[in-house]
């Protein structure tokens, strides 16, 4: 990040979750600057993540434009109960984020970058949001489409049995190097499947270009599906897509970051130049391009 940058971490108070502060960071890069009118880049943690995980901070201090990167509800610093099926109580904290930086800061929204379930808020509020609908940039990391395949996963046998034998899942996983158990109800996994993500097929904006990243030794989401968002994403004009496998990457991108960070700066730089065009992007020796 340029010299001066400041990195400060906000505390939002959420209007229908008392005693519940939204933790999140922001980064500016210009901060004697006035923000009114100031162009804002978000990014989203995926399931049982949070701001800092993976490539969200390491991209958040790159990036040419301010950033804020925040744990959802009941995500690592931002209390409350986090549920499976509750992505629409991840909508309404993207929505109080989003009105508090425009009416502290005067910032507006031009990139969103979502992992995984924040990928899939994050399509849902550009899709259904005024704000949403204006910004120039979407990025779609590991974002499931086929909402029911997680019934497939390989878990969804342990968790099976469970439901079978307590009525619940106890999952434990490390949360910044926390260990955090939490329950899955059969019945978040049933809202979680009936999550509509066709919205993007009519509703995406046709000025938003597009970037989708998926691993293809992905055994969380199949790669499949991002080849589904690029069907629906494509046929836009002035919009782009963008599709960009990365070879040998898992859904988290294990090891990878980097190439995911340097994926998403070529392909913004790209845009701001308007050398944008929908296709397929490519690393090969080092040298990225389109093909």
Not at 198 to 226: E, M, N, R
Not at 257 to 283: C, H, M, N, P
Request: hydrophobic letters at 40%.
């Amino acid at each position: 990040m340029a010299n001066g940058a400041v990195t400060t971490k906000l505390y939002i108070p959420h209007p229908t979750e008392p005693n519940c502060s939204i933790v999140g960071i922001l980064e500016q890069l210009a901060p004697l600057n006035p923000t009114m009118g100031r162009k804002l880049a978000l990014v989203l943690h995926g399931t049982m993540g949070h701001k800092d995980y993976l490539f969200q901070k390491r991209l958040a201090l790159k990036l040419p434009i301010d950033s804020f990167r925040f744990d959802f509800r009941g995500n690592h610093e931002t209390p409350g109960a986090w549920r499976q099926g509750a992505l629409e109580e991840d909508l309404v904290d993207l929505s109080v984020v989003v009105e508090y930086l425009k009416a502290n800061y005067g910032y507006v929204v031009d990139l969103v970058v979502g992992h995984s379930r924040g990928s899939l808020v994050g399509m849902r509020w550009v899709c259904t949001t005024e704000d949403g609908k204006n910004i120039s940039g979407f990025v779609n990391a590991s974002g499931r489409y086929r909402m029911h395949k997680i019934l497939e996963s390989p878990a969804a046998a342990a968790w099976k049995a469970s439901f079978d034998e307590h009525g619940y899942h106890e999952w434990t996983v490390s949360v910044a190097r926390k260990q955090v158990t939490v329950k899955i109800f059969p019945e978040d996994l049933e809202q979680f499947t009936k999550w509509d993500s066709s919205v993007v097929w009519d509703h995406f904006p046709s000025t938003v270009d597009a970037l989708t990243i998926h691993g293809l030794a992905d055994k969380t989401v199949p790669p499949y599906d991002a080849l589904i968002y690029t069907r629906a994403l494509s046929n836009r004009a002035p919009g782009t897509h963008t599709l960009h496998f990365v070879e040998d990457a898992d859904h988290n991108f294990t090891g990878r970051q980097d190439q995911v960070v340097d994926a998403i700066l070529d392909w913004w730089a790209a845009r701001e130049r308007g050398e944008l065009k929908t296709g397929v992007w490519v690393e090969r020796e080092g040298l990225k391009g389109k093909l």
